[in-house]
C-alpha cells in the first residue's frame, strides 16, 4: 500500500482492518483471545496541561460559510474533546487573524474562489514564519490535491464525505494526533 493510499483510509475503514485482523489472528492461533480486546485497543487522549478548563483552539478557514457552521456545532458540541473553533470566511486576513489571536491548529478547505486558495494561503502563513499545524480538507478525491497540500506545508489532508458524523470523527481524531504529537516535542 503506497503512502498516499493510506490517508485515505477513513476512520471506519481503519476500524474494519483492525477487525479483520483480529479475524485472521484467530483463525492462525485457534483457541486464543483476540490480538487485541476493545480494553486494550489504544486510545487517542487528548494530552492538555493541568489546566482542565484548557481549549484546542482552531481556526477553520472555508469560503462556505454553512459548512463553517456546521463544522463549528460538530467540533464543540458533539465531540468529547475540548475544543474551541474560530471560524473564517476570507482567506486572505488569515495573516492579520492568526497575528491577533492565538490557535493551535488551522483546518482549511482546499478549493476557495477567492484569489487565495488553500496552498497560496499555506505558503503566506509558513513565510510569515508561522509553523502551526495545518489540515487540509478537500472535497475531491484528487491524489493530486493530496500531494500538493502535503509537499507545501500541511500536515494532514483529509477528504470531506457525505457521512458527516465520520468525517467529524476522523477530523477530531487528526486533530488530537497532531496535537498529542506537537506536545510531545
Known sequence: ?????????????????????????LQVFPGSSKMLTSKSRPEFKLKLSDNNNQHIRVLHVD????????????LEKFGKEKIHVNSLNDPKKIIEILKMNEYDII??????PQEMNCI????????????LPFIVLT??????????GLNNGADCVIQKGIDIKSQFTELVFTINKIIN???SK
Request: hydrophobic residues 40%.
Open 139 to 148: 472535497g475531491t478525491a484528487k491524489k493530486e490535491d493530496v500531494i500538493n
Open 181 to 183: 504529537q506537537k506536545q
Open 63 to 74: 469560503d462556505d460559510e454553512d459548512f463553517l457552521n456546521m463544522s463549528k456545532v460538530f
Open 1 to 25: 500500500m503506497m503512502f498516499i493510499d493510506y490517508l485515505e483510509l477513513s476512520l471506519n475503514q481503519i476500524y474494519s482492518i483492525y477487525n479483520l485482523m483480529n479475524e485472521i489472528f
Open 107 to 112: 483546518i482549511s478547505d482546499y478549493y476557495m
Open 120 to 131: 497560496r494561503m499555506l505558503d503566506e502563513i509558513r513565510n510569515a514564519g508561522i509553523t
